[in-house]
């Protein structure tokens, strides 16, 4: 089945960049979606399409895409962005949803 | 737009989960929309289940298929989720959430832990 690779911990000084990374054998064919998780609550959309961005989320956060790789860039993190970040994607025939594993970003 | 799950937050095993989800401020009859669950197990991380179109069509993950039916009630502007035979590795709470187009997932419910236990 496919899978995407994320790693499961990333850690950041406030105001520094954070990049997480998210593997898999689709891209870059198909899109990557990034969500974030704040503890207690229902994911949020953060990134679509690779690298848009849904009214209302920061412009700190962006995606980018390269080879198989796609990653979310939190560009001078603050407190507010500590959460559980999730990629996804499709299988190549477009049908299938896979989540990565999650990566838990802490901002120290 | 707004989703909310409901349904017995407790499920005896070898039972039949079933949960629903009322959406408002959108149409289930929307062609841009697939209706779509989505579990999480406890300290673990996403697991699409599947998804239903508003004609009925439904895509189910493959891991999941042999105990999964999804269905829509477009009068109530409702989806639900039945999962049978579950077992003590289906506790998770389960989210429902509106894929749109290529947005994908960009409305969810809140969520409702769902335990199965005696």
């Known amino acids: 089945s496919y899978k995407l690779t994320q790693p499961p911990s990333v850690s950041v000084s406030p105001g520094q960049t954070a990049r997480i990374t998210c593997s898999g054998d689709?891209?870059?064919?198909?899109?990557a979606y990034w969500y974030q998780q704040k503890a207690g609550q229902a994911p949020v959309l953060v990134i679509f399409?690779?690298?848009e961005r849904p009214s209302g989320i920061p412009e700190r956060l962006s995606g980018s895409t390269s080879g198989t790789t796609a990653t979310l860039t939190i560009s001078g993190a603050q407190a507010e962005d500590e959460a559980d970040y999730y990629c996804?994607?499709?299988?190549?025939?477009?049908?299938?949803?896979?989540f990565g594993g999650g990566t838990k970003l802490t901002v120290l | 737009v707004q989703l909310q799950e409901s349904g017995p937050g407790l499920v005896n095993p070898s039972q039949t989960l079933s949960l629903t989800c009322t959406v408002s401020?959108?149409?289930?009859?929307?062609?841009?929309?697939?209706w779509t669950w989505i579990r999480q197990q406890p300290g673990q991380g996403l697991e699409w289940i599947g998804y239903?179109?508003?004609?009925?069509?439904?895509y189910y993950n493959p891991s999941l298929k042999s105990r999964v039916t999804m269905s829509v009630d477009t009068p109530k502007s409702q989806f639900s989720l039945k999962l049978t035979s579950v077992t003590a590795a289906d506790t998770a709470v389960y989210y429902c959430?509106?894929?749109?187009?290529?947005?994908?997932?960009?409305?969810w419910g809140q969520g409702t832990l769902v335990t199965v236990s005696s």
């Open positions: 959430a509106r894929k749109r187009g290529d947005r994908n997932f960009d409305y």
């Open positions: 401020g959108d149409f289930i009859s929307n062609s841009d929309n697939y």
């Open positions: 239903i179109y508003y004609s009925g069509d439904t």
């Open positions: 689709a891209f870059p064919k198909m899109y």
């Open positions: 399409k690779d690298y």
């Open positions: 996804q994607s499709a299988d190549t025939t477009g049908t299938y949803v896979v």
